[in-house]
């Protein structure tokens, strides 16, 4: 990791900090709830950052899929395994306003250079996009996880790596249906990783 993007690292850090007082406070009943939720960096925290990292710049020119780019934090993980490894990131967002935070922080950390930003509904765009993915990190609302999947599923790469994020909170119920799905797919498999808010890491190997 170069200073640049250890900095917005570091601001990340600091702002997930001061979102984690917020959302107790929301618990606490001083603020409301769904207005705090939306408006906190929900990341994927260090530990769940260096492992996709790690995972992706192990691979060659790879197209990195992120559906959920939120605040942009694991972003910056992909974009510099994207830069290190020749390939590219493909972010998916909802929300403009957190997209347009992830793009201004890729700026600051160097990197916009290696991550197409894209804002809509996650499964059209899924869809839209062509065959050749080859790592993707699914980390949006838990409702979408099993759609999202149905439509990534059939641009994999043989090879390719899939990472869902919180399969143990906050949406135990949800995660089980997404197990289930990714691992009921041909040629698929798939094992729970006790990291960050647990994670199911699956491989697609189409030979």
């Not at 990340?12 to 979102?19: G, P, S, W």
């Not at 107790?24 to 260096?50: H, I, M, N």
């Not at 403009?96 to 930003?117: P, T």
């Not at 390719?160 to 797919?185: F, L, S, T």
Request: hydrophobic share 45%.
């Amino acid at each position: 990791m170069d200073q640049a993007i250890a900095d917005v690292l570091a601001i990340y850090d600091a702002r997930m900090a001061d979102d984690m007082r917020k959302m107790k406070a929301a618990r606490d009943g001083q603020a409301s709830f769904d207005e705090v939720r939306d408006q906190v960096l929900l990341a994927v925290g260090p530990e769940t950052g260096r492992l996709i990292n790690i995972l992706a710049r192990g691979m060659t020119a790879p197209t990195i899929l992120e559906l959920g780019t939120s605040y942009g934090y694991s972003g910056i993980w992909l974009a510099e395994a994207a830069r290190a490894s020749g390939g590219r990131l493909i972010t998916m967002e909802k929300a403009d306003y957190k997209a347009n935070y992830a793009r201004e922080m890729s700026v600051k950390a160097g990197l916009a250079d290696h991550v197409d930003f894209r804002v809509g509904d996650a499964v059209q765009m899924i869809r839209d996009l062509p065959h050749g993915v080859d790592f993707v990190l699914v980390d949006l609302w838990k409702d979408l996880y099993v759609p999202c999947l149905e439509a990534f599923y059939p641009k994999l790469n043989p090879g390719a790596v899939i990472v869902a994020d919180n399969m143990r909170q906050p949406d135990p119920v949800e995660a089980a249906k997404y197990q289930a799905a990714v691992r009921a797919m041909p040629k698929m498999t798939s094992i729970p990783v006790p990291v960050g808010s647990g994670l199911e890491i699956s491989r697609f190997d189409a030979a």
